[in-house]
């Protein structure tokens, strides 16, 4: 490792659907890496059976119960955060809101899986929804994606927007030039600078055929040039994820001009050095 670990604030339980361990597990593996600090991120419930990748309004209580229990057990080895990644979409806000004003969270994650209209919406990360690739322009996608994203952070529920450039999940890419795609990711930039909110670094990526991390290099550059505080995550949806890549963001973040860390208690951020190991 050439960095001090940070804390992995992006990681999933089994009440999800699509996640394996239990939350003490995440902190054994958090330990063995050298970890100080981690946060669940579960995905959060969302109204009228939005999909099947989340907990119930139900197992609410017992997934902030679970991330206590874990936290009591490591007092003094690991902090352990609870947090929430809730998605953004349009016309869930006052449900998402009521159920974050109804918990003491340290960090909720905002983030975008979905376009479209409610009742009709493209699952663009979903592998079931890749067909729609063949009929969408790759260019016009990227930009409803990015200004959905400006909308989420404009939205003042999260502290963290997750993996920013999740569009880019399976590889399908706009032309390096495009001046439309260039302009969307920089007014995305700009709502998430005025929102007073961070971006997070997620390894999650380098897992995906995209094989990079989210997001695109570019955009850590720019967004450390105004000044946007970032958050590290795993997105670890296994006790294995857990810190996965993470000297390799760190490294991305020291070239691209980011000296500190954004951590999170009570929805209060605190920004953290980024530390080399002296050799
Ligand atoms: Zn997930
Ligand atoms: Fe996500
Ligand atoms: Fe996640
Ligand atoms: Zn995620």
Redesign the pocket.
Same mark, same amino acid.
């Given at each position: 490792m050439r960095y001090h670990p940070v804390p992995d604030y &992006?990681m999933h339980t089994p009440r999800c659907n699509h996640a394996i361990g239990i939350v003490d597990d995440y902190a054994e593996a958090a330990l063995l890496l050298g970890l100080k600090e981690i946060g669940m991120s579960d995905h959060s419930p969302m109204p009228d059976a939005f999909d099947e990748w989340r907990m119930d309004v139900s197992e609410l209580s017992s997934y902030i119960d679970e991330v206590k229990e874990t936290k009591q057990r490591f007092t003094g080895r690991l902090d352990v955060k609870l947090g929430l990644?809730a998605d953004y979409f349009p016309g869930t806000e006052a449900y998402v809101q009521e159920l974050l004003q109804a918990h003491p969270w340290d960090y909720v994650i905002g983030?975008v899986h979905y376009l479209g209209e409610l009742s009709d919406r493209w699952g663009f990360d979903n592998p079931d929804d890749l067909s729609e690739w063949e009929v969408r322009e790759v260019e016009d996608a990227y930009c409803e994606y990015f200004e959905m994203v400006a909308a989420s952070a404009r939205s003042g529920l999260f502290d963290i927007i997750? &993996?920013p450039d999740l569009i880019k999940k399976f590889g399908h890419r706009p032309a390096l030039d495009s001046q439309r795609v260039a302009e969307a990711e920089e007014a995305m930039l700009q709502a998430v600078k005025e929102a007073d909110v961070a971006l997070e670094i997620s390894s999650?990526g380098l897992r995906k055929p995209v094989a990079e991390v989210y997001p695109h290099a570019r955009i850590i550059a720019r967004a450390a040039e105004i000044n946007i505080p970032i958050s590290f995550g795993s997105?670890a949806h296994a006790p294995g994820e857990v810190g996965h890549a993470m000297d390799d963001c760190l490294g991305i973040l020291e070239m691209c001009g980011v000296e500190a860390i954004a951590t999170f208690s009570g929805r209060k951020r605190v920004m953290q050095p980024i530390r080399r190991v002296s050799k």
């Open positions: &992006h990644e983030s997750g &993996h999650a997105d």
